[in-house]
């Protein structure tokens, strides 16, 4: 079956730090990997949308610059959450999907910021 | 503003009970609508879905039912079980799910044995 892995589970670092965050598709190939957020006040945020072969897509209110994603393959991505700070806090989801088919989500990166 | 909405917030029902979750939508253009089930500690995962070219939708004990007149659907669940118990995600997206997905705010069920 369809599979998405994400590690780490959760990760801790100090405000003004980075962390990077992994994503792994196994069962399928990943044609596009969308990142969100979720947090309490703002339940799912998409961050961005990284299709294979095309440029990756940012929504309003993230950038590139602080939140660089990496799909190298029909298997993998990554994001890095660069400079991170207590607004930058929650569960940071991967979903990944072949095509049109069911986007597949990952269990999450819990990410906390001291 | 908030694309997709959801209500109520939270829900409790009585094991064996029929458990109704409200979704509404704003953009015309969404035409295909998920419903995830996610459970503290883990992701939110596929539960069902359905087209707009549909107005109903069956899997076993969940059902949705779908107002494209008036832009609403619900997700029923029957017999409800204590293990359906988890937050239910109301999402959405265009061009047959092809575009990015929108979610709601969630709905907290709680199913008391």
């Known amino acids: 079956g369809a599979l998405v892995y994400q590690y780490p589970r959760r990760t801790i670092c100090k405000s003004g730090t980075s962390m990077r965050m992994e994503c792994q598709a196994v069962g399928f190939q990943a044609t596009s990997v969308a990142w969100y957020r979720q947090s309490p006040q703002k339940t799912f945020e998409l961050i961005a949308l990284?299709?294979?072969?095309?440029?990756?897509?940012?929504e309003q209110n993230f950038t590139q610059e602080k939140f660089p994603i990496s799909h190298p393959n029909l298997s993998f991505s990554s994001m890095t959450v660069l400079n991170a700070y207590l607004e930058d806090r929650g569960l940071y989801l991967c979903g990944a999907r072949e095509g049109a088919n069911t986007l597949y989500f990952g269990a999450g990166t819990r990410l906390s910021v001291l | 503003q908030q694309q997709v909405r959801q209500s109520p917030q939270s829900l409790t029902v009585w094991e064996g009970e029929t458990a109704i979750l409200n979704c509404s939508y704003e953009n015309s253009a969404f035409d295909y609508f998920p419903w995830y089930q996610q459970f503290p500690g883990e992701g939110p995962a596929l539960l069902i879905s359905i087209l707009s070219v549909s107005n109903k939708k069956e899997d076993g004990r969940f059902t949705i039912f779908f107002n494209k007149r008036e832009k609403k659907l619900s997700l029923h669940i029957a017999d409800s079980q204590p293990g359906d118990s988890a937050t239910y995600f109301c999402?959405?997206?265009?061009?047959?799910?092809?575009?990015?997905?929108?979610f709601g705010a969630g709905t907290k069920l709680t199913i008391k044995p």
């Open positions: 990284s299709t294979v072969n095309s440029a990756i897509k940012y």
């Open positions: 999402a959405a997206s265009a061009n047959y799910g092809n575009e990015k997905i929108t």
